[in-house]
């Protein structure tokens, strides 16, 4: 039973790896910003658990603004790709411009609430 | 719109058919804007140009201040002249939107040299961000269905009574600018749901934002929004679009939430966020396992979903326990006083008093629906149907939303304003659906068999909405609008017509041409039956002051000016540090109309320091003295509408006065004011009731008026008419008696010996203290 799972297991973990390997270079680009934002947010949360979380509002911004480009990412992600039919007329171009003017907004808000 | 190629002069004639309709709805809404500035006027008209109520004064006197100021001012402004010696922070406490906004607007106007004075921007205020709300409801219903029913759907919020209730010219309160907020955001949610665009994503936190800095009711925003996208996940209409629609909204919204000082870290703390965290994390997952979907092989998905699941449980099941742990180790289980009593109508009945008492938190009595969205009532249920023929992400989000406010409408009275937008925006996509099978129906029978039928698509709900529509009379619009929306909905069809010949023709309802141009008829009056409820409710019912009342007899029109007489003379004949006490509704009004220090006032925040006021109220006079003496009061100010008939005076609110202090101060109770559970002043009632202040205040000298001391409101004679107060003396009344002013006496410098022995005798009995200076508070 457990050698089938682990088998099994094993087999998951090969299918995504080819799966994963297949993806357009961009797309791992951005995968890989994505993967370093929610990484630091992580740093960030131990930090707190370790220090405490006085000033609360530093603490907040700095792990929203972490979350927030991860989510801005996965967007700027889902309207590039070239296998979503629902996106085939937008440009790239005007989907990067969409990313980092959210982003602006977002590191706005997030200086401002910096303390 | 015609997909297919079309000769030449086909498609000019096209393109001039489509410029012709723009702008025909750019007249349109030019006029309802119009619309909904003018119906909004009557109290300006009948009374003049004065601020309304008691909220709307407070909301004043803060734009003054920013006004004179500055805004650096403004966030860091603590004031010390109310709640008096506590003091209140207005920067952390206020919502800074309507101020900002009517601040922002009288800078812009006076440094273009055009010189309104902040009270006239203040009035007109409401009156201009209705014309906006309804431009925002066309926007947000021509996205769910179509510009036909977004011209409907805007006028009808443009006349609605529910909302002309709270934006009347003068009506300087949140709601002015939160419902416009309330639907923008709405409406760019849905934009960006329909395009999938970030941009949209942007806008709809930044009018989040604003909403934010409008009003309490925000939360109503985040929590049906991730309502309705869990509704979409469950029922499998998941689509990268709607994860662009939310997740930035939720980092972005709650990173804006919490800059505004009144939310704080309410934004992440509170119980009223949880929901959209929650849904935040759920379609993470939803979006991981679609994504796994798309690249994995079907078996070997199956296998990551029996791996997964197992794992995945044993993690869920210990972070939903650790959030339960927190979540209930809080009292109220995170929530609010006021949102928990929408959740639980009863609780502020039995635990918090002070929301209890304020009349619009009651729930509304039936026909109050029928008089605050009129005809709407009745249109809404055939909306909802016409939204599910064909049923898209944006119709399930109009229908959720009437869903949730017609509940929440059913427990409060004041968010009966929340269910107006919704009303209308399904009102009129219910209309523009009756009259297009009507006018379609029309052009089939008078064009012959040569045109196709369009309107294939909504045909299905067709026989629900005119047999209703019919049957009852319904209608909306003026008359001249409302033909040249026939009109424009007629040019549009012929466009329809090419696409829909190509398709194979599903058999169409068409209706006998005799029955549609009856049906439109009396569509057409049931409008005009509206307009006319609309226009009479904004000019009678809803456009009082209520700071100034009027009231016609024989020889003419009585006008009450009594509360700014008052004021007036509060103003002029006391010093500037003199501290006024009264009951908090008249709070606000002192403040900004007469500058006086008050004790307690509108905002409630403080329910002992209210609770101490009331207990004053209802105790002897002694009492009530030493009471306030330990306040540094000068003066009380109590109103009496016993000579006119003034129903809303403090004689007949007394009871909550005892109910509140009673809520602190164990030893008022409120069996010792009422005879055999009833609550009288005439010659049956309590000595207790007699001898307490508010009865001595209110009736001192009162039978003087007529002999008989015959009291209005209460329709009897009271019970103690000759007397004397010992430790108040009156300065002013009213010219009709309503309010009455009395000083408080200074403390005698001497006490004689008998009267020290009395003096020792009523404390022992009263209150336990031994030394001169009486601490009531022991």
Known sequence: MVKSTTKDAQDLFHSLRSAYVATPTNLKIIDLYVCFAVFTALIQVAYMALVGSFPFNSFLSGVLSCIGTAVLAVCLRIQVNKENKEFKDLAPERAFADFVLCNLVLHLVIINFLG | MAALESPQPAATATAMRHAFGNVLSVLILVLIGVLAFSIRLFSVI???????????????????????????????????????????????????????TAGTIWWVLNSLNIPLSVETVCVFTAPVFSAFASWATYLLTKEVKGSGAGLAAAVLLAMVPSYISRSVAGSYDNEAVAIFALIFTFYLYIKTLNTGSLFYATLNALAYFYMVCSWGGYTFIINLIPMHVLLCIVTGRYSPRLYIAYAPLVVLGTLLAALVPVVGFNAVLTSEHFASFLVFIIIHVVALVYYIKGILTPKMFKVAVTLV??????????????????????PTGGWSGRSLSLLDPT??????PIIASVSEHQPPTWPSYFMDINVLAFLVPAGIIACFSPLSDSSSFVVLYIVMSVYFSGVMVRLMLVLAPAACIMSGIALSQAFDVFTGSIKYQLGGSSKSTDDAEDTSNAPKDDASAGKTDKGEEIVKERSSKKGKKKEREPADKPSVKSKAKKKALVLPLETSVVALLLLIMLGAFYVIHCVWAAAEAYSAPSIVLTSQSRDGLHVFDDFRESYAWLSHNTDVDDKVASWWDYGYQTTAMANRTVIVDNNTWNNTHIATVGTAMSSPEKAAWEIFNSLDVKYVLVVFGGLIGYPSDDINKFLWMVRIGGGVFPHIKEADYLRDGQYRIDSEATPTMLNCLMYKLSYYRFVETDGKAYDRVRRTEIGKKHFKLTHFEEVFTSHHWMVRIYKLKPAKNRIRGRAKKLKSKTTSSGWSSKSAKKNPWV
């Open chain 2, 46 to 100: 009948k009374y003049e140009s004065v601020i309304h109520e008691f909220d709307p004064y407070f909301n004043y006197r803060v734009t003054q201040f920013l006004s004179k100021n500055g805004i650096y001012e403004f966030w860091n402004w603590f004031d010390d002249r109310t709640w008096y010696p506590l003091g209140r922070v207005i920067g952390g406490t206020v919502y800074p939107g309507l101020t900002l």
């Open chain 2, 309 to 330: 699941v197992s794992i995945g449980m044993v993690v869920c099941f210990i972070v939903v326990a650790i959030l339960v742990a927190l979540v209930a180790s809080s």
């Open chain 2, 347 to 352: 609780y502020a009945s039995k635990y918090i």
